[in-house]
């Protein structure tokens, strides 16, 4: 695990069997690869599962509090709260300011440019979560925000011995977490302050995420908790789509046949206009590159979840002590579901295809009770940003195949992603 996390999984993935044993610095646990098995514990019996004591370990203390981690009555009770912001109605006046920003990222390259992509998705997909779903001063919480993401990034890598040590130990990795964590709290209580100053009728007319959580009780949203729910929202809905736009223009770039037959559908449907929320339904070849972009490289790449109790899975006795992973990574690149599971094919996303497909051989935003609160807002975010940015350029590959991928808080390139933009005329 140490030498190579990927490596650990892809072994894992290889051997004959649906559950797969593993013991790694004291935690006993088991992978499981079948979407039967993934249906049982995320669906069918989702209320003998939690997140889990590896999550409180490595993520309590930063999102501890937050919607992610939150179990039982309290977590039901902020999911309810908070679901008005992400009803599809809602979502859908989004739009205009989705394209718009991915209008503005592509007005800053030109013709030639080597664009090195993460970088620029990230301020992309920040911008556009500050705008709508929480609504605060942009710049100023990224100046805060990226710093204390690439801390915890470093401190949870698997490839490192921080990853395994707490937090109080003052390795430089951890004293640097907690520098850029107090700096982060700092500017989120400005955001805060200037919010509760603002006049009653202002303040009631806004519906955006973090107004919600400012309407419950002070017992339910105290800071740290609003910290965490904060912290959560910004990584979940911000550093996941900036990966998922990443790996959308590295997979196109270097399969120019797919990034043509997009380009024609864009060509045919928009005629040069910017997309809309509507104009997503009549894009379906959009829609499969999306599919098949969150299929190989899912950014949330595995289910983390622990029994409460004894249960019996594919046949084997688990106790409530067992680490269960759950690696949408391998599900998704099976050759049991997918023939040439690592191909990049969109076009594999037939009507028959998926009706074949068994349920939870696919999960990118999980399943279940549990599942991604954010996952229409993303997948409309990928895709209006894509089919704005791809109407302007044509992408060349500059890094190509096969990816250096990290797992740390998500599934990250190690090394920098670069394309060279084109002009489309």
């Given amino acids: 695990?140490?030498?190579?996390?990927?490596?650990?999984?892809?072994?894992?993935?290889?051997?004959?069997?649906?559950?797969?044993?593993?013991?790694?610095?004291?935690?006993?646990?088991?992978?499981?690869?079948?979407?039967?098995?993934?249906e049982q514990v995320l669906v069918t019996d989702a209320a003998d599962y939690e997140k889990g004591q590896l999550l409180y370990d490595t993520l309590g203390q930063f999102i501890g509090?937050?919607?992610?981690?939150?179990?039982?009555?309290?977590?039901?009770?902020?999911?309810?709260?908070?679901?008005?912001?992400?009803?599809?109605?809602?979502?859908?006046?989004?739009?205009?300011?989705?394209?718009?920003?991915?209008?503005?990222?592509?007005?800053?390259?030109?013709?030639?440019?080597?664009?090195?992509?993460?970088?620029?998705?990230?301020?992309?997909?920040?911008?556009?979560?500050?705008?709508?779903?929480?609504?605060?001063?942009?710049?100023a919480t990224a100046a805060t925000l990226e710093p204390l993401l690439d801390a915890l990034r470093d401190r949870l890598d698997?490839?490192?011995?921080?990853?395994?040590l707490p937090l109080s130990v003052p390795t430089p990795v951890n004293r640097r977490v907690r520098r850029?964590?107090?700096?982060?709290?700092?500017?989120?209580?400005?955001?805060?302050a200037r919010r509760q100053?603002?006049?009653?009728?202002?303040?009631?007319?806004?519906d955006d995420v973090l107004s919600l959580l400012l309407s419950l009780d002070d017992e339910t949203m105290d800071r740290e908790r609003l910290s965490h729910q904060l912290?959560?929202?910004l990584v979940a809905g911000h550093d996941t789509t900036a990966l998922t736009l990443t790996y959308a223009w590295f997979l196109l770039a270097n399969h120019p046949?797919?990034?043509r037959q997009l380009h024609a559908e864009l060509d045919a449907t928009l005629d040069g206009a910017d997309p809309t929320p509507a104009d997503l339904f009549e894009l379906p070849y959009l829609d499969d590159v999306l599919t098949e972009v969150l299929r190989l490289y899912p950014p949330a790449f595995t289910v983390f979840r622990q029994p409460t109790q004894q249960v019996t899975l594919g046949g084997y006795d688990v106790g409530p002590e067992a680490q269960l992973t759950l690696p949408q990574y391998l599900v998704h690149r099976d050759a049991r579901w997918y023939d040439d599971p690592d191909?990049?094919?969109?076009?594999?996303?037939?009507?028959?295809?998926?009706?074949?497909?068994?349920?939870?051989?696919y999960y990118p935003f999980g399943g279940g009770p549990r599942h991604c609160i954010g996952m229409r807002f993303a997948r409309m975010e990928a895709k209006l940003a894509i089919a704005t940015i791809a109407q302007r350029y044509r992408f060349e590959a500059g890094t190509e195949p096969p990816l250096d991928l990290a797992m740390r808080i998500t599934l990250a390139p190690a090394e920098p992603v670069r394309v060279r933009v084109h002009e489309r005329g």
């Fill in 343 to 361: 191909a990049f094919r969109p076009a594999r996303w037939t009507d028959d295809f998926e009706a074949d497909l068994p349920d939870y051989a």
């Fill in 65 to 139: 509090e937050g919607l992610f981690l939150l179990e039982g009555e309290e977590w039901q009770r902020q999911r309810t709260a908070l679901q008005p912001a992400f009803y599809r109605e809602r979502i859908e006046t989004y739009g205009e300011t989705m394209t718009d920003f991915a209008r503005d990222t592509a007005g800053g390259w030109t013709d030639g440019q080597r664009v090195a992509v993460l970088p620029e998705m990230q301020s992309l997909t920040l911008r556009i979560l500050g705008k709508t779903l929480l609504d605060v001063d942009v710049d």
């Fill in 158 to 164: 698997p490839r490192t011995l921080s990853a395994y």
């Fill in 1 to 38: 695990m140490l030498r190579d996390p990927l490596g650990f999984y892809d072994r894992a993935g290889r051997v004959d069997a649906d559950v797969v044993g593993y013991h790694v610095a004291r935690t006993r646990g088991y992978f499981l690869t079948h979407p039967d098995l993934v």
């Fill in 180 to 192: 850029t964590r107090a700096a982060f709290e700092s500017t989120l209580d400005d955001v805060v």
């Fill in 231 to 233: 912290l959560t929202f």
């Fill in 197 to 206: 100053r603002e006049d009653a009728a202002t303040r009631e007319a806004r």
């Fill in 257 to 259: 046949e797919v990034q």
